[in-house]
C-alpha cells in the first residue's frame, strides 16, 4: 500500500472508532473547552537557540502567558504555511490530505488539546466532531497544529501543561522575542532620482 492509503486507512479506523476514545455522543459541534484547557493561538514560528531546533511559539489570548514545543524542520514548514497564507500547491501535502480525509469522512475537527507534557515530549489529541460523536484521537502537537490551522480550529493547552512549562513573555529567548519594526521614514527632499 503506498503511504497515502495507508494514512486514510488508518483515519478511517480511527474515526469508525478503532483506536480512538469517544467521548459523550451527542455534544454539539463546538463545544466550549473543557475545564482546566487554555485558548492560545500560534504567535511565532523560529529557532531555538539553545537547542537549534525549529520551535513553535503558543501564547494566550491576554499574551501573559507563552509555551514553546520544539517541533521537525518538516513540521515547521506544514505549520508556516497557512499561518502565511500560502497559496496552495499543487498536490496535497500530508496535512491537507489529511484534513480532506476527514472532511469526506464526515469528520470536523472541533478543537486540538496539547493534553500533557512527560518526559520532555509534548502530547495531544485531536477532537473530532463526527455525526453525534465526538472522537479524541492521538497526535503529536506540530500536527495537530498543523491540522488546527489549516481547519481554522481552536488550539487549547491543558492548565496543567501550561503551568509546567508556561513562560512568561519577558522569559521567552531573545530571537524569539517579538521585535518592532523601526519607524519608516519618509522619502528625503535633497535626493531626486532621475
Known amino acids: 500500500m503506498t503511504r497515502r492509503l495507508v494514512c486514510c486507512a488508518l483515519l478511517a479506523s480511527m474515526l469508525a472508532g478503532a483506536g480512538a ?3 459523550g455522543a451527542g455534544q454539539p459541534p ?4 473543557p475545564p482546566g484547557a487554555v485558548p492560545m493561538v500560534v504567535r511565532t514560528l523560529g529557532i531555538d537557540p539553545a537547542a537549534g531546533a525549529p520551535v513553535v511559539v503558543l501564547e494566550t489570548a491576554g499574551k501573559d502567558r507563552c509555551l514553546l514545543i520544539i517541533i521537525g524542520h518538516a513540521e515547521a514548514v506544514a505549520i508556516a504555511r497557512p499561518l502565511h497564507d500560502a497559496a496552495p500547491l499543487p498536490r496535497p501535502m500530508t496535512h491537507d490530505l489529511l484534513g480532506s ?33 465526538l472522537v479524541r484521537i492521538d497526535a503529536r502537537p506540530s500536527d495537530a497544529m498543523a491540522l488546527a490551522l489549516r481547519a481554522k480550529a481552536p488550539i487549547l493547552v491543558a492548565r496543567e501543561v501550561l503551568d509546567k512549562a508556561g513562560l512568561e513573555p519577558g522569559q521567552l529567548p531573545d530571537a524569539l522575542k517579538p521585535r518592532k519594526k523601526p519607524p519608516s521614514k519618509p522619502p528625503s527632499k535633497d535626493k531626486h532620482v532621475i
Not at 478543537?111 to 515530549?121: E, H, M, P, Q
Open 21 to 23: 476514545r469517544r467521548l
Open 101 to 133: 480525509v476527514l472532511k469526506r469522512l464526515g469528520g470536523t475537527l472541533t478543537r486540538i488539546v496539547i493534553t500533557r507534557l512527560a518526559d520532555n515530549t509534548f502530547y495531544a489529541e485531536l477532537v473530532v466532531q463526527q455525526g453525534r460523536a
Open 30 to 33: 463546538g463545544k466550549p473547552a
